[in-house]
């Protein structure tokens, strides 16, 4: 099937929403699918030590996901190290049968920044073991360009730090690897609202994952809603070509020659 610009492709498989969406934090299993049904989505991410799946646990949650229809992308998210990192993403393909993760190596505890060390590490590790990496990390340019000569196809870079809210921090940063990088780039964690999305969105980036803006909001739906519209506007705006900037003002209607001041200079 031929690609279109509003694909999104990842490891060669095509999905048609651009927005990823995680299961944490809301207030109810049906709350959430709710949300999930208005977000659009149709890859749902899942952390696997918050759901406990040694208790089992996760295969309630894997019901709900199969019942939306959506792909699950288990997450390693609370991993400090590589080496847990990996045993968590293996035990994901085992409970629920799929080769997609998403690679979350935590290095501080206060800002949740990603160990870059430890999250090429594991990433080098996964993909060959066959896993699809989808990894958690900084702007940082070179860990990026690391992550890919690792073998990963898709990258999820922040806008700013997890649960955060304060959209897109570092705009140079971002900007730099929209230009530099030729592979899925997704906005992960740091985005409180859906102008920061579409933002995220006109600048280039391919898909927005989050969570917590939607989970916390009053109307956990309504607000998935919005991000929907507002990512999708933020696609449109990007194909379609923003106008360049500039400092001085100039007008959108032209004024010499047009009937009326010529008309007012005969008088």
């Not at 896993?131 to 900084?138: D, E, R």
């Not at 999820?156 to 940063?173: D, E, F, S, V």
Request: aromatic fraction near 6%; include cysteine; proline fraction near 6%.
């Amino acid at each position: 099937m031929t690609d279109t610009p509003n694909d999104l492709v990842l490891y060669g498989e095509r999905f048609t929403s651009r927005f990823l969406l995680g299961t944490a934090l809301y207030d109810s299993p049906a709350q959430m699918q709710e949300a999930i049904r208005a977000a659009g989505c149709e890859i749902v991410t899942l952390g696997l030590r918050r759901q406990g799946p040694a208790e089992g646990h996760g295969d309630a949650f894997f019901g709900l996901i199969r019942d939306s229809g959506c792909r699950l992308l288990p997450n390693t998210a609370g991993c400090r190290s590589a080496r847990e990192a990996i045993t968590l993403a293996e035990m994901s393909r085992e409970l629920f049968d799929t080769p997609w993760i998403k690679l979350e190596v935590i290095g501080d505890d206060y800002t949740l920044h990603p160990d870059p060390f430890g999250l090429v590490e594991a990433a080098s590790e996964l993909v060959a073991q066959g896993f699809k990496v989808l990894p958690y990390c900084s702007d940082d340019l070179i860990l990026c360009q690391r992550l890919i000569d690792a073998g990963c196809q898709a990258l999820m870079p922040w806008g700013a730090p997890i649960g955060t809210g304060l959209g897109l921090n570092n705009r140079y940063a971002l900007r730099t690897l929209r230009e530099r990088l030729d592979v899925p780039l997704i906005i992960d964690a740091g985005l409180g609202a859906p102008s920061q999305a579409c933002e995220a969105m006109e600048l280039g980036f391919d898909a927005i994952l989050l969570n917590t803006a939607v989970a916390r909001a009053h109307n956990p739906p309504q607000m998935a809603g919005a991000f929907r519209e507002a990512i999708d506007a933020g696609r449109r705006a990007h194909l379609a070509g923003l106008m360049e900037r500039q400092q001085t003002a100039s007008p959108s209607t032209p004024t010499l020659g047009q009937p009326f001041w010529h008309g007012m200079t005969q008088g």
